[in-house]
């Protein structure tokens, strides 16, 4: 599927600025239908096993800093800044069904 889209974006038969804003409409497209698929497997447990994937709801616990109480019990919270960074986490597990 992607061999197809990159040829006909990228081998010159749009101009990059047309091939860009059809690209990121399409992108926009899909992540409505993104949304909705995913909706349904988490709304329906008998949906989340197909003919070639499963997917998996998988749960995570993450401790993470306070930043209040850290400014709280040490003042500045730039003495501490650059010592953590924050990442926020989305996990999605799609397994091959075999």
Do not use: C, W
Not at 68 to 84: H, P, Q, T, W
């Amino acid at each position: 599927m992607t061999s197809n889209l990159s040829s006909r974006y990228l081998d010159g038969n749009m101009h990059p600025a047309d091939a860009l804003a059809e690209v990121r409409q399409q992108m926009a497209e899909l992540k409505k239908i993104e949304a909705e698929l995913r909706e349904q497997i988490l709304s329906d447990v008998s949906s989340r096993s197909g003919q070639m994937y499963k997917a998996e709801v998988v749960l995570s616990a993450q401790r993470r800093i306070d930043p209040a109480a850290v400014a709280e019990l040490i003042g500045d919270m730039e003495k501490v800044k650059r010592s953590f960074d924050v990442t926020f986490v989305l996990l999605k597990k799609i397994e091959v069904e075999a």
